[in-house]
Structures are given as structure tokens and as C-alpha cells.
Antibody
Framework: EVQLVESGGGLVQPGGSLRLSCAAS????????MHWVRQATGKGLEWVSAIGTAGDTYYPGSVKGRFTISRENAKNSLYLQMNSLRAGDTAVYYC????????WGQGTLVTVSS | QSVLTQPPSASGTPGQRVTISCSGSSSNIGSNTVNWYQQLPGTAPKLLIYSNNQRPSGVPDRFSGSKSGTSASLAISGLQSEDEADYYCAAWDDSLNGLYVFGTGTKVTVL
């Protein structure tokens, strides 16, 4: 059974940093592109980043230069390093598998507030 | 700010057919395939349709997708109460070194 479990969310002050993790199981992690997607309370989905099987990375302008996606295939893990956090980054962060995002985790809440 | 536009809401009675539109541009829907996601209240999104009109295993055939030019549509036939959810279209956008864009989302209400 495919499982994605996010962790690492919490309360952080503006300007602070946080590292999210996504533990994958039930499939060959190294064979899949992976994504991070976020959703602010009551709002729509926003794509945050993607990493290919070769380690190529992609970001939208809203997080480029502040967020870094990475993966550790030996540990079946995906990461999102978030720096210079702003109030607007407050959201539930999901990891998702594959080009079409055919599996999603349950999400982890990040709150940026003083 | 989303570049894929959806109507904020749609509704129907049980058994009816509901259609949701998704309007984009030549750099996203016009040149890439469209995926659709269903998000039930309080849960993570779920892939509903991929590659414009393909259903993942386990998705009822009541759900169908189509694409024409720079627009796409999701149809739900034989609407059921459990279909009440938010629906999002999405596609890769070629305009800026590869971006994945979601639609604005449509809340489907079963009356």
C-alpha cells in the first residue's frame, strides 16, 4: 500500500526556517517525481515545488530562492527546507507522488506567526 | 494567483449531470494534459482524472474529463451525495521553466 506521511510542521516566527519531511512507503520511491503542494485555510491548492528522479528541481516564483526541495532515496524520504518564512506561507503542506500526483499524504500544518 | 479559471460553485440534485469548466491558455492547457483532483471536506486531495480523460483505478466511470484547445471540462453524471466536494483542474505550464498550476477550484453541492 502506498503511503506518504508528512511531518515537521509547526509554529514558526516570520523570517524563521522549518524543514518538512515526507516518508514514503509501499513503492519504489526513487522511480517517481515528487511534489509539495500547500493549501491555506479555506483557500485553493498551490503547487510549491517538484523534484524529478534525477534530482532536477522546480519552483514557482512565490517560493523560489526561499524553499529547497530535496530527496534521499536511500531513506525513501522527501524534504522541503523553508527559509525566510512569511505569514503568507501559512498552510497545510502536502507531499504527492508522481507527475500526476496520484497519491497524497495527509498534510502537515505550518503556521508562520509572531 | 491561479492561471486556470474555474467557476466557484456548481450544484445539482442526485442523479443529475454536472459539468465544471477549466479555462487556461496556450502555455498550459493548450500544450499539456489536464488532471483533475477531488477534495472531500477535511481530507487530502485525490487524483480523479489524469491525461485529460483517464480515470485511475477505483474512480467510478460517472466521472469523465475532456479537453479542447485551451479549456477542459469535468463531468459528473448520476450525481451522488458523496460527490459533494471541491474539484480542481491542473496542468503544467511551459511559460516559466516548468510550473504546475492548479485551477481556482469549484465547490460542488448536491442539493
Amino acid at each position: 500500500e502506498v503511503q506518504l506521511v508528512e511531518s515537521g510542521g509547526g509554529l514558526v516566527q516570520p523570517g524563521g526556517s522549518l524543514r518538512l519531511s515526507c516518508a514514503a512507503s509501499g513503492f519504489t520511491f526513487s522511480s517517481y517525481d515528487m511534489h509539495w503542494v500547500r493549501q491555506a485555510t479555506g483557500k485553493g491548492l498551490e503547487w510549491v515545488s517538484a523534484i524529478g528522479t534525477a534530482g532536477d528541481t522546480y519552483y514557482p516564483g512565490s517560493v523560489k530562492g526561499r524553499f529547497t526541495i530535496s530527496r534521499e532515496n536511500a531513506k525513501n524520504s522527501l524534504y522541503l527546507q523553508m527559509n525566510s518564512l512569511r505569514a503568507g506561507d501559512t498552510a497545510v503542506y502536502y507531499c504527492a507522488r508522481g507527475l500526476e500526483m496520484n497519491y497524497w499524504g495527509q498534510g502537515t500544518l505550518v503556521t508562520v506567526s509572531s | 494567483q491561479s492561471v486556470l479559471t474555474q467557476p466557484p460553485s456548481a450544484s445539482g440534485t442526485p442523479g443529475q449531470r454536472v459539468t465544471i469548466s477549466c479555462s487556461g491558455s496556450s502555455s498550459n492547457i493548450g500544450s499539456n494534459t489536464v488532471n483533475w483532483y477531488q477534495q472531500l471536506p477535511g481530507t487530502a486531495p485525490k487524483l480523479l482524472i489524469y491525461s485529460n480523460n483517464q480515470r485511475p483505478s477505483g474512480v467510478p466511470d460517472r466521472f469523465s474529463g475532456s479537453k479542447s484547445g485551451t479549456s477542459a471540462s469535468l463531468a459528473i453524471s448520476g450525481l451522488q451525495s458523496e460527490d459533494e466536494a471541491d474539484y480542481y483542474c491542473a496542468a503544467w505550464d511551459d511559460s516559466l521553466n516548468g510550473l504546475y498550476v492548479f485551477g481556482t477550484g469549484t465547490k460542488v453541492t448536491v442539493l
